[in-house]
């Protein structure tokens, strides 16, 4: 053969080469995604979780994310440790890093507040809930700050669902206390003031009657 031919060859079988092992990953990967994907019929499953989160974000084919169909997704994360094998489930299914998804699909503040549901996790999966102290009021706290700095576009609003997300989840008016104490650390505000600010007339009422019917 010609130096030329050897050449064109040699191009031809890297080529040949690459295409294959491109193949190959891909099958690799589907195969994961396929043993990954029957594990997502188990409910409460990392797999499953995963699952939802992936829904969420697709929001049945409607402009946006679902996000309170995301934000229970992760408040049904046991622990930091839970939130890792979904993470892993949702790369072995998509091929896609779920907190870049959740960067890309969601505004700052949303995003600070599933860290902040996250944050106030256990570390471990079946370690005993500890007493709502420091962490949880700190969480809840973060998720009420950013509830209020939402931005649609260049303007300013408020998430009145993850203020109501919050709220549900506050078992007493004691903490709701120790939540607007740990608010005016954090932000020098006072958190009932806030809420007067960011809800409207007709939305504050209902929203406190939240907590005041809480023992």
Do not use: C
């Amino acid at each position: 053969m010609t130096v030329r031919e050897k050449i064109q060859y040699g191009l031809l079988g890297i080529i040949v080469l690459g295409g294959a092992v491109i193949i190959g990953r891909k099958l690799v990967l589907q195969s994961k995604a396929n043993s990954e994907e029957q594990k997502t019929y188990e409910s409460g499953s990392a797999a499953a979780i995963a699952k939802q989160i992936k829904m969420a974000f697709e929001n049945d084919g409607w402009w946006g994310t679902d996000k309170t169909a995301l934000r229970q997704a992760i408040r049904d994360i046991g622990s930091k440790e839970e939130f890792v094998q979904v993470m892993t489930s949702y790369q072995r299914l998509y091929n896609r890093t779920l907190m870049r998804d959740m960067q890309e699909e969601l505004k700052s503040t949303e995003y600070n507040e599933l860290l902040a549901i996250l944050a106030a996790k256990p570390d471990k999966t079946g370690t005993a809930a500890a007493a709502i102290g420091y962490p949880q009021y700190l969480s809840w706290a973060k998720r009420l700050n950013a509830a209020f700095n939402i931005y649609y576009g260049p303007i300013p609003g408020t998430d009145e669902e993850a203020i109501k997300a919050v709220f549900l989840e506050i078992p007493s008016r004691f903490a709701f206390q120790q939540v607007a104490a740990m608010y005016r650390q954090l932000y020098g505000t006072d958190l009932t003031s806030e809420l007067k600010s960011e809800l409207e007339f007709w939305e504050h009422g209902p929203m406190m009657k939240i907590i005041t019917d809480k023992p």
